[in-house]
C-alpha cells in the first residue's frame, strides 16, 4: 500500500499538480450566518423615525417575537434573559445596548458564591449585534451573546477581563496584530441520546460507528437528527455531515471552520440546538466525557494563516508558524487541560487504546492516539491540528482562550518543535528509550486537580490568559457540578 501512494505521488508531481485534499478556507471566505448587524440598527431607526436604509428582514420577518440575550458561565451553563422584540429595540437606542447583572455573576454556582466573588456591585452585559442569529430549536426567538463590562469605567476601562468572550476577543485581537497571525476553527461534536434517565439509562439503538442502522426510517432518533440539521440551517451554522458513533445511541455532528469568536458562539448555539430538538421528542442529550466506557469527545480545529517559511526541524511537513504553534502546544497542553478537560469524569478520557489522546502530550500524522493529530499533512491550504483532548463539558471560550494562548506563546517566543512526530506507533506504545529519542517527554494530567495545579503553576498561560481569570476559573471549577449530568438527571 505504502509503495502504491508513493508511486503515485511521484507521477502526479513530475505530469500534474500536486494532489491537494479537503475544502480550502480563508478567515475572508467563511461566514458565522448571523443575522446583519446593519439591518438590525435599520429597523431600530425605523421604529425611531430616524432615516436609514430600507430593511428586507427586519427580526418580525423572520418571525420573531423574543430575543434571549446569552452568556456562558465558567462551567459551561448557558443562561439568558429573553427580552422582547420591543424592549431589544428600545435598548438599542442606548450608547451601550445592555442589561444589568450582578458582578457575581460569573463566580455563582446554583445559589452558592464561590470564595473571591462579592454580592456587590453589577456588570452591565452589552449585547454583541455581530452575534444576532435565529433559534432554529425554538421558533419565534432569536439569541445574542454579550460582553460584560464595568457599568462605569475603571481607571478608563470598561472591558471585564473575566467575561470569556471578552478575553478570547482579546487574545485573537493580540494575534492578529502583534503577531500577523489569524486562526479558523472548527468542531467536531458528539453526543448521546437517550429515551429516560429515571429510573435506569437506556439509549435508543445500539447501532455501531458510522452504519445505516442508526438511522432507520421512522425512528425518533432519526427525526432528532434531521430536525438538528434543520435547526442549525435556520440558525446560519455551517453543518457540513453528521453520522453515527461508536457508543450506544451516540451521534457526531461536524461544522465549517469560523474565526474563534465565531466558532464558540456557533459551538454554544449548537449544544443548545441539541439539547431543546432531543428534549421536544421526549429524548435526553449528553454530551458527556466518559459514558458507556466511551468518549463523547468534541474536536477542535486551528489553522493558522498567513505566508510562512518552511520549519528548519519539519520542512517538508510544517512551516514555520506551524511548526512554532505545534510547540507551543506541546509546552503548554498539560495546562490548558483544566480548560479543555473540566470536570473528573472527563479524565476517563484520559486514557491509552481507546483514541481519545492518549496519555502523553505528542503529536502525530494523521493519527487518531495522539493528542494533537495533524491532518492533510501535505495539503498546505488544508492542513490543520486537530485537538483531541477537548470534550463536550468545556467552556468553548476558555478552551479556545487557553488553546491559542498556547500557540501564540510558541509563535511569540520562537519555540523550537523539539518533540519528533510519532509515527506508527503511540506515545504510549514507544519505548522509554524511544520516547526520549523523539522528545515526548510530557505525561498528561489523569485528574482534574493535577490540571488545575499545572494550569496555576504555568506562568507563560497566565500572562497571556490573566492570572485573576486563571485563579477564578480554578475556584469555581473546583465549586461547579458537570452541566451535562446536572441536564442529565
Given at each position: 500500500m505504502n509503495s502504491i501512494t508513493e508511486a503515485t505521488v511521484h507521477a502526479t508531481t513530475l505530469s500534474s499538480p500536486p494532489i491537494d485534499f479537503g475544502i480550502r478556507y480563508a478567515p475572508t471566505t467563511v461566514s458565522a450566518g448571523t443575522i446583519a448587524t446593519e439591518a438590525i440598527l435599520a429597523r431600530m431607526h425605523t421604529a425611531t423615525g430616524v432615516s436609514g436604509p430600507g430593511?428586507?428582514?427586519?427580526?418580525?420577518?423572520?418571525?420573531?417575537k423574543f430575543v434571549r440575550l446569552q452568556w456562558v458561565d465558567f462551567s459551561d451553563f448557558v443562561h439568558c434573559r429573553v427580552l422582547t422584540t420591543s424592549h431589544f429595540?428600545?435598548?438599542?437606542?442606548?450608547?451601550?445596548?445592555?442589561?444589568?447583572?450582578?458582578?457575581?455573576?460569573?463566580?455563582?454556582?446554583?445559589?452558592?458564591?464561590?470564595?473571591?466573588?462579592?454580592?456587590?456591585?453589577?456588570?452591565?452585559?452589552?449585547?454583541?449585534?455581530?452575534?444576532?442569529?435565529?433559534?432554529?430549536?425554538?421558533?419565534?426567538?432569536?439569541?445574542?451573546?454579550?460582553?460584560?463590562?464595568?457599568?462605569?469605567?475603571?481607571?478608563?476601562?470598561?472591558?471585564?477581563?473575566?467575561?470569556?468572550?471578552?478575553?478570547?476577543?482579546?487574545?485573537?485581537?493580540?494575534?492578529?496584530?502583534?503577531?500577523?497571525?489569524?486562526?479558523?476553527?472548527?468542531?467536531?461534536?458528539?453526543?448521546?441520546?437517550?429515551?429516560?434517565t429515571k429510573p435506569g439509562i437506556h439509549p435508543p439503538n445500539n447501532h455501531?460507528?458510522?452504519?445505516?442502522?442508526?438511522?432507520?426510517?421512522?425512528?425518533?432518533?432519526?427525526?432528532?437528527?434531521?430536525?438538528?440539521?434543520?435547526?442549525?440551517?435556520?440558525?446560519?451554522?455551517?453543518?457540513?455531515?453528521?453520522?453515527s458513533e461508536g457508543a450506544p445511541g451516540q451521534y457526531e455532528v461536524v461544522m465549517g471552520p469560523l474565526p474563534p469568536l465565531e466558532a464558540a458562539d456557533a459551538l454554544a448555539h449548537t449544544r443548545e440546538t441539541i439539547y431543546n430538538i432531543a428534549s421536544k421528542h421526549g429524548m435526553r442529550a449528553t454530551f458527556a466525557p466518559k459514558f458507556w466506557k466511551w468518549g463523547a469527545r468534541s474536536h477542535l480545529r486551528?489553522?493558522?494563516?498567513?505566508?510562512?517559511?518552511?520549519?528548519?526541524?519539519?520542512?517538508?511537513?510544517?512551516?514555520?508558524?506551524?511548526?512554532?504553534?505545534?510547540?507551543?502546544?506541546?509546552?503548554?497542553?498539560?495546562?490548558?487541560?483544566?480548560?479543555?478537560?473540566?470536570?473528573?469524569?472527563?479524565?476517563?478520557?484520559?486514557?491509552?487504546?481507546?483514541?481519545?489522546?492518549?496519555?502523553?502530550?505528542?503529536?502525530?500524522?494523521?493519527?487518531k492516539e495522539v493528542s494533537v493529530r495533524l491532518t492533510n499533512?501535505?495539503?498546505?491550504?488544508?492542513?490543520?491540528?486537530?485537538?483531541?483532548?477537548?470534550?463536550?463539558?468545556?467552556?468553548?471560550?476558555?478552551?479556545?482562550?487557553?488553546?491559542?494562548?498556547?500557540g501564540i506563546i510558541g509563535i511569540r517566543d520562537q519555540l523550537a518543535l523539539t518533540v519528533e512526530g510519532c509515527g506508527e506507533r503511540s506515545g504510549a506504545q514507544l519505548s522509554e528509550a524511544e520516547r526520549a529519542e523523539k522528545g515526548i517527554t510530557r505525561k498528561l494530567p489523569l485528574d482534574v486537580e493535577t490540571a488545575r495545579q499545572h494550569l496555576l503553576e504555568d506562568q507563560k498561560i497566565g500572562e497571556v490568559i490573566g492570572e485573576e481569570v486563571v485563579r477564578k476559573y480554578v475556584a469555581v471549577n473546583k465549586a461547579s457540578p458537570s452541566p451535562v449530568y446536572s441536564r442529565l438527571y
Open positions: 430593511l428586507s428582514q427586519p427580526l418580525e420577518g423572520l418571525g420573531v429595540y428600545k435598548l438599542l437606542r442606548a450608547s451601550r445596548p445592555s442589561i444589568t447583572i450582578a458582578k457575581v455573576v460569573l463566580g455563582i454556582v446554583f445559589l452558592t458564591m464561590v470564595e473571591g466573588f462579592s454580592a456587590a456591585g453589577e456588570y452591565v452585559l452589552v449585547m454583541d449585534l455581530a452575534s444576532v442569529r435565529v433559534c432554529g430549536y425554538a421558533p419565534g426567538h432569536a439569541a445574542v451573546f454579550g460582553y460584560f463590562q464595568e457599568k462605569y469605567p475603571i481607571s478608563g476601562r470598561l472591558d471585564v477581563p473575566l467575561c470569556p468572550r471578552t478575553n478570547l476577543r482579546r487574545i485573537v485581537k493580540y494575534a492578529a496584530e502583534g503577531l500577523k497571525t489569524e486562526f479558523l476553527v472548527g468542531f467536531e461534536t458528539e453526543f448521546i441520546l437517550l429515551t429516560t455501531g460507528w458510522s452504519r445505516t442502522a442508526g438511522f432507520a426510517s421512522g425512528t425518533t432518533e432519526l427525526k432528532v437528527l434531521e430536525e438538528i440539521a434543520g435547526a442549525l440551517a435556520t440558525s446560519g451554522i455551517e453543518l457540513q455531515m453528521f453520522h486551528s489553522p493558522t494563516t498567513g505566508p510562512s517559511p518552511p520549519s528548519e526541524s519539519h520542512p517538508s511537513t510544517l512551516t514555520a508558524h506551524e511548526s512554532r504553534f505545534l510547540a507551543g502546544l506541546m509546552t503548554h497542553l498539560p495546562s490548558i487541560m483544566a480548560f479543555t478537560l473540566p470536570i473528573p469524569q472527563s479524565y476517563g478520557r484520559v486514557r491509552d487504546g481507546i483514541w481519545s489522546g492518549g496519555t502523553w502530550a505528542c503529536w502525530g500524522d494523521e493519527h499533512t501535505h495539503s498546505p491550504q488544508t492542513r490543520h491540528f486537530e485537538v483531541r483532548t477537548v470534550d463536550g463539558t468545556a467552556n468553548p471560550y476558555l478552551v479556545l482562550a487557553g488553546l491559542i494562548s498556547a
